[in-house]
């Protein structure tokens, strides 16, 4: 007798956890992947070898006020003009992102705003192979992002949480 009000205590305490994950789940209060994301910025780089007289390229990004982090997708490799022309730019392939706690001006560069840079953050891409990944800032003080793909092509996407 005691064994079978076990067994029908136990079914009701797990129906109604499944209930209640089920409930939850569909409520929103669960944490879903990529919920509360938008894509802010899109790059598809086709880069330019390195010129140290005009600098990698930099673009620059405005983050919206109503972001609480900020997350950088890449999908890059290596960009082959160099090794074709018999330059070895292997040590320059890189994907720098600097965060700034001000809306930045087209065409400047980090140097410009040094001053109010609060975070920054690279990534050495070390083969022609593509090479999946992210770049997370965890902060919501983040205006302006100046990203800067050294030798590189490929896709670089700008998310933000909000």
């Known amino acids: 007798m005691g064994c079978l009000y076990l067994k029908k205590y136990s079914v009701t305490i797990c129906g109604f956890i499944t209930v209640l994950i089920l409930v939850l789940a569909v409520s929103g209060c669960i944490s879903q992947p990529g919920k509360n994301e938008k894509l802010i910025y899109e790059l598809n780089a086709t880069q330019k070898i390195w010129n140290s007289n005009e600098g990698s390229p930099a673009y620059n990004v ?4 109503e972001a609480k982090s900020v997350k950088i997708k890449y999908n890059v490799s290596k960009e082959f003009t160099g090794a074709a022309m018999g330059l070895n730019l292997g040590k320059y392939s890189e994907l720098d992102v600097d965060a700034f706690n001000i809306i930045l001006e087209q065409g400047h560069k ?53």
């Open 110 to 162: 980090t140097p410009h705003y040094s001053h109010n840079q609060i975070d920054s953050k690279t990534v050495q891409i070390s083969d022609n192979q593509y090479t999946n990944g992210i770049i997370e800032f965890q902060r919501s003080d983040i205006k302006g992002l100046i990203i800067s793909p050294s030798n590189l092509q490929g896709k670089i996407e700008v998310y933000i949480t909000y």
């Open 62 to 65: 405005t983050i919206p006020n």
